[in-house]
């Protein structure tokens, strides 16, 4: 039998820990330790959750006031640490709103279910599905408020935004992860692109193909959000001293479609040569890639 956490004076703690936070649930996340310490790694994880709360918790602030409260989807939930710290400060003092975890390790979705059971979030559900197959899920509810991603591999993060505009999401908060997807298509044509294009320069090095299909990967999202009616802003999540994956997209629904933005996307797949491979990423831009 194993014995309890010692308690640990607030005095004590560490100073990255927010007031109010639960220091049971960070011990059962394994992002304290039994004394109530932080070491490197989950010192920069809890910073960055914790400055993703920040932007989410506004978001969460301007939404309408509901009898069911709001709902929230967390794809790629992993081990769900921004799911249950997002509950513990927001979603428990609210007494209600549903926090859907998306996970497609069952050893992960198993313990998550587990732990909420043990701290007593009744209101947080965790679905054992990819991010694509969540669209189909009659578990989840037709609209979702709220839709995260955090570090979703590769084209996971096109899948949540397909999700989001399914689920009709007022907002997406997106912090993609090894766009790798863009960067294979663009290789598949590098010889015929050179010439071409003096622009194929730009991902002739291996290094350049994998850092160009990155960043134009994220330009595309984000013209397609355009493009479906909500606005974007792109900035960093935490500083690059903490983690080289930390571009956040925030995106809000206002109903403005931008017609400029498809545009230009369907523009950028023909001008670097990928239109073929990716243009089934943006289903809705498809009449302009006939």
């Known amino acids: 039998m194993k014995k309890p956490s010692p308690a640990v004076p607030v005095s004590e703690l560490p100073p990255e820990v927010r007031p109010g936070q639960s220091i049971e649930l960070l011990k059962q996340l394994h992002i304290l330790t039994r004394e109530g310490k932080l070491n490197q790694d989950s010192r920069r994880k809890l910073k960055q959750v914790y400055h993703l709360f920040q932007f989410i918790e506004k978001l969460l602030l301007e939404l309408p006031a509901s009898d069911k409260g709001p709902t929230l989807a967390d794809h790629g939930a992993g081990k769900s640490y921004l799911g249950f710290i997002i509950y513990?400060?927001?979603?428990?003092?609210?007494?209600?709103?549903?926090i859907f975890g998306i996970e497609t390790r069952s050893e992960l979705v198993a313990s998550s279910q587990a732990l909420a059971l043990k701290v007593g979030f009744d209101r947080m559900r965790f679905l054992n599905v990819s991010v694509a197959e969540s669209t189909q899920s009659n578990e989840l509810p037709d609209q979702i408020d709220v839709?995260?991603?955090?570090?979703?591999?590769?084209?996971?993060?096109?899948?949540?935004?397909?999700?989001?505009?399914?689920?009709?999401?007022?907002y997406m908060v997106l912090v993609p992860c090894c766009q790798a997807e863009l960067a294979r298509a663009l290789n598949q044509n590098k010889a015929l692109n050179l010439q071409r294009t003096p622009l194929a320069e730009l991902w002739r090095h291996p290094l350049h193909t994998r850092e160009v299909g990155s960043q134009l990967t994220n330009?595309?999202?984000?013209?397609?959000?355009?493009?479906?009616?909500?606005?974007?802003?792109?900035?960093?999540?935490?500083?690059?001293?903490?983690?080289?994956?930390?571009?956040?997209?925030?995106?809000?629904?206002?109903?403005q479609k931008k017609r400029a933005s498809g545009d230009r996307l369907v523009a950028l797949l023909k001008e670097f040569g990928v239109e073929a491979e990716m243009g089934?990423?943006?289903p809705h831009m498809a009449v302009g890639l006939d």
């Not at 839709?147 to 007022?170: E, M, N, P």
């Not at 999202?221 to 925030?250: A, D, P």
């Open 147 to 170: 839709v995260t991603a955090l570090h979703a591999c590769d084209t996971a993060t096109d899948d949540a935004i397909a999700f989001g505009l399914q689920k009709k999401a007022k």
């Open 88 to 98: 513990d400060l927001f979603f428990k003092a609210l007494g209600h709103g549903t």
């Open 219 to 255: 330009v595309l999202r984000c013209l397609y959000l355009e493009s479906q009616g909500y606005q974007v802003t792109v900035t960093e999540l935490v500083g690059w001293e903490h983690s080289m994956k930390n571009e956040l997209i925030l995106a809000k629904y206002t109903g």
């Open 280 to 282: 089934g990423r943006y």
